[in-house]
C-alpha cells in the first residue's frame, strides 16, 4: 500500500498545478492577444495589438492598440490603461477607470466609468445597474434597471435610457431620452470568437488530465478502456447508480450540522470525479474503436477521444446527450475498476494471512 501511495502523491502535485495555472496570473503576448485562464493582464507598460481573452478576471493596465473583447467575471480598464479601439464585453462588471477611445459594447451585471475613466465613441450598455462619473465623448444608450450619473459625470452627445435615471442629469449636453424598447439587452453579444477560446482551454486542461492519469495509472487505464469495450450497458448502468446515488448521499449528509462540512468536501471531490470520468470515457470509447481496427496505441486515443468529444459537444442537443452517456461509461468504468482493485487487495492479504502453518481453515 506504501507503494500505491508514492504514486498518488506525484498526481496530487500535479493536479494541484494545473488548478493553480488556471488561476494564476497570465501576461498577454505582444502580438497573439487570444487568451484564457483565470487572470488575463495587459501589464502598464506594456503594448499589445488587441485582445480576445476568455477569462475569469481581465485586467488592462497598459495599452492595446487595437480592440479588446472579453468575456469574464470581471473586466478592468484601469486608470493606467488605454484601449485605442473598441471594447466589447459580456461579463458580471465592467470598470472602466482609464481611457478607450473607440465604442464600448457591454452586457454585464455592473457597469461603472469612474471620474478618470473616458469613453471616445458611442457607449451602449445593458445592465444591472450602470454609474457613469467619468466622460463620454459620444452618445450613450444605457439599459438597467438602475443609471446614476454621478457629479463629475460629462455625456457629450445625447442619452437614450430605459430604466430609473438618477442623479446629475445636467452632466448630458444632448438630448436625454426615455426609449423602453432598449431594456437590459441593449447591449449586443459579444463576438464568436469566445466560443472557441473556451473550447481550445478545456481540450487543453482536459489533455493534460488524460494525461496524467495515462502516465501515472496505465493499468488502471487500460483497465478502464477494457471495462468500456467489453461491457457499455452495465458500465453504464452503474455509472447511472453513482450518478444519482452520491449527491442523494451528500444531501442526506448534509441533513446533520456535523455532516455539513464532509458533504461540502464530498460535492467538490464528486466534480472532480465527473471531470476525471468525462476524460477517462471518451479516451475509453476512442481506445475500444481503435483496439477494433487493431490500432493500441493509448495516447493516440487520449487525443482523438478528447477532440472528438470537444466537437461533440458544440452540437445542440445530441452533443450534450451523448457527453453525458459519455460520462456515465467512464463513471461505472472507474466504479467497477475501483471495486475490483479493492477485492484484488482483500484477496491478497488474505492470502498473504493464510499460508503454511497457519490455522485459518481455508475453502474451496
Do not use: C, K
Not at 453525458?324 to 467512464?330: D, I, K, T
Amino acid at each position: 500500500m506504501e507503494g500505491d501511495n508514492h504514486r498518488f502523491r506525484p498526481a496530487v502535485v500535479i493536479l494541484i498545478a494545473l488548478v493553480i495555472i488556471s488561476t494564476i496570473p497570465i501576461p498577454v503576448a505582444a502580438q497573439s492577444g487570444a487568451q484564457a485562464g483565470g487572470t488575463v493582464v495587459v501589464e502598464e507598460g506594456e503594448t499589445v495589438d488587441e485582445l480576445e481573452s476568455f477569462a475569469g478576471t481581465v485586467i488592462v493596465r497598459g495599452t492595446v492598440t487595437g480592440d479588446v473583447s472579453a468575456v469574464a467575471g470581471d473586466v478592468t480598464i484601469a486608470s493606467t490603461g488605454t484601449v485605442e479601439g473598441d471594447l466589447e464585453s459580456a461579463a458580471g462588471s465592467v470598470t472602466i477607470a482609464g481611457v478607450v477611445n473607440g465604442d464600448v459594447e457591454i452586457g454585464a451585471g455592473s457597469v461603472e466609468v469612474t471620474r478618470d475613466g473616458t469613453v471616445g465613441g458611442t457607449f451602449t450598455a445593458g445592465a444591472g445597474n450602470v454609474v457613469v462619473d467619468g466622460v463620454l465623448e459620444g452618445n450613450a444608450e444605457i439599459g438597467a434597471e438602475t443609471i446614476r450619473l454621478g457629479e463629475t459625470a460629462s455625456i457629450a452627445g445625447d442619452l437614450r435610457y430605459d430604466g430609473d435615471l438618477e442623479g446629475n442629469t445636467d452632466s448630458v449636453a444632448g438630448s436625454i431620452e426615455e426609449d423602453s424598447s432598449l431594456g437590459v439587452d441593449v447591449a449586443p453579444t459579444v463576438q464568436p470568437f469566445a466560443w472557441w477560446i473556451a473550447a481550445v482551454y478545456t481540450l487543453v486542461v482536459n489533455l493534460l488530465l488524460g494525461a496524467v492519469l495515462l502516465a501515472l495509472f496505465p493499468r488502471f487505464s487500460d483497465s478502464v478502456a477494457s471495462t468500456v469495450a467489453t461491457g457499455p450497458f452495465r458500465s453504464g448502468l452503474i455509472g447511472l447508480g453513482v450518478f444519482v446515488g452520491i449527491p442523494v448521499l451528500l444531501i442526506a449528509l448534509a441533513i446533520t450540522i456535523v455532516g455539513i462540512p464532509l458533504s461540502i468536501v464530498g460535492a467538490i471531490a464528486f466534480a472532480f470525479l465527473l471531470w476525471i470520468a468525462t476524460v477517462y470515457g471518451w479516451f475509453a470509447v476512442a481506445a475500444g474503436i481503435f483496439r477494433a481496427v487493431g490500432i493500441g496505441n493509448r495516447w493516440l486515443a487520449l487525443v482523438v477521444g478528447l477532440v472528438v468529444g470537444a466537437a461533440v459537444s458544440r452540437v445542440p442537443i445530441v452533443g450534450g446527450l451523448l457527453t453525458f452517456l459519455v460520462l456515465l461509461l467512464g463513471l461505472g468504468a472507474i466504479a467497477r475498476g475501483l471495486y475490483g482493485h479493492r477485492r484484488n487487495i482483500r484477496e491478497r492479504d488474505r492470502g498473504q494471512r493464510v499460508g503454511p502453518g497457519s490455522d485459518e481453515p481455508t475453502t474451496d
